[in-house]
């Protein structure tokens, strides 16, 4: 499959040095804002466009009424600029190496004859909601489009290891996919994490999106899925993974994704944190999807509000929504429930009476208790995003 709009030749040599400094927090965000707009690309519905080279698109947020999010409007997010844009899967395989007993080359069809595992489970940006943090940081301006919700099916990592053969002494597990940089000078996208993170048992080598073979651009033939955990671990177009001996100290790990060492992953806004550490589980979130903010509603008559709600793989045990500014809080009634990985909808009840303007907000409470913060938790990555948001509905 080629693109239609999209060959190897568009994507500039410049482009994958701009978007490895973006991780790092280097360049202007100046460089990654803009006007949305929405774009077709190949096995996509319309979404809207961070950037063509690579590839950063959005999610419109109407597409987050369902309940799981169709493979067409799935967000897409690549890291290098040489992204594959078909995989032939007579000679594609799959590699298990480094600190095994027996090296492992696998077809697609190899990775079937394993026990197939599934579940539902959100896949979120790291830097979703980037563009809301103030003062701005650097990076790919994403609003809150870069996350969906999916029926995940593939087989465990777990099971791939075992029947590679583990050898004594091994650490890190680090995995790489067919996506490439342009130049020598650029480090090529792999990440790794320790062993005894990747024999959990919800750990999948996913070859199956909502029942359906992944669209390209979200990583066909297979991809990690780290349920609970931000995306930058999902590995696209998964090709290579190496058990290592020793801690992996590649860039992707060392240099980018990291988080303030600081109980909310988070420093005064602007300042440089003491210490750092890669980034991990996913923060609790709520959002309003309908109405849309702004939308101007008539006084006594009846209005359902309706969202959605996840945490890092904790169940959502209660969702909160004061449609007084945060005055006064009730819960809103929870839809139905996917599991622990899954986004939850909920609803709530309004009838508003006075005319003008009307703060509503939203907050979810997931079963070990966490929730979200009134205001920002700043850091300079602008990663971990889950503030109380206001939404404005102007009552007539």
């Known amino acids: 499959m080629k693109f239609q709009d999209l060959t190897r030749r568009d994507f500039l040599k410049t482009v994958g040095i701009t978007t490895a400094l973006a991780a790092t927090g280097t360049i202007p965000p100046v460089l990654y804002a803009g006007e949305r707009r929405l774009v077709g690309y190949p096995e996509k519905a319309d979404l809207l466009l961070l950037t063509s080279r690579p590839p950063q698109l959005e999610t419109p947020l109407r597409y987050f009424k369902e309940l799981i999010t169709p493979n067409e409007a799935m967000f897409v997010r690549w890291h290098l600029a040489n992204i594959p844009t078909s995989v032939d ?4 395989r799959l590699k298990v190496h480094g600190a095994v007993e027996k ?3 696998l077809s697609l069809d190899d990775l079937k004859k394993f026990e197939k595992v599934g579940y539902t489970a959100v896949m979120q940006c790291a830097g979703n909601g980037r563009s809301f943090f103030e003062p701005p940081v650097f990076g790919g301006q994403w609003l809150n489009g870069s996350m969906g919700n999916a029926v995940w099916g593939g087989v465990r990592l777990r099971d791939l290891l075992h029947a590679a053969g583990l050898r004594p002494g091994a650490v890190d597990v680090v995995f790489a996919g067919l996506d ?6 650029v480090p090529p996208f792999a990440k790794a994490l320790p062993l005894d993170k990747m024999l959990e048992d919800d750990i999948i080598v ?3 999106m909502n029942g359906q073979e992944l669209p390209m651009l979200n990583g066909f033939p297979v991809r990690l899925v780290v349920p609970g955990w931000y995306a930058s671990y999902w590995v696209k177009s998964l090709s290579d993974i190496e058990v290592l001996s020793q801690p992996f100290e590649g860039f992707w790990k060392k240099s980018a994704y990291r988080i303030p060492d600081t109980p909310c992953g988070c420093v005064e806004p602007g300042a440089t944190p003491a210490k750092t550490i890669p980034i991990n589980r996913m923060t609790t979130r709520s959002l309003l999807i309908d109405p849309e903010d702004g939308t101007r509603l008539k006084a006594g008559q009846s209005v359902e509000l309706m969202g959605l709600a996840f945490s890092g793989g904790y169940s959502v045990k209660e969702v909160l929504v004061s449609v007084d500014a945060g005055e006064t809080w009730r819960p809103a009634r929870l839809g139905k429930d ?5 986004w939850i909808q909920w609803h709530y009840p309004w009838q508003p009476q006075m005319p003008g303007s009307h703060a509503v907000m939203v907050r979810a409470i997931n079963s070990i208790g966490e929730s979200q913060p009134l205001q920002s938790l700043w850091n300079p990555s602008g990663y971990l995003w889950n503030k109380i948001e206001q939404h404005h509905f102007v009552v007539v």
Do not use: D, M
Request: charged share 20%.
């Open 89 to 92: 899967l007579a000679t594609w």
């Open 103 to 105: 090296e492992l080359s």
């Open 180 to 185: 490439k940089p342009p130049i020598p000078s």
């Open 206 to 208: 996913a070859y199956e």
């Open 338 to 342: 996917l599991g622990r990985y899954s």
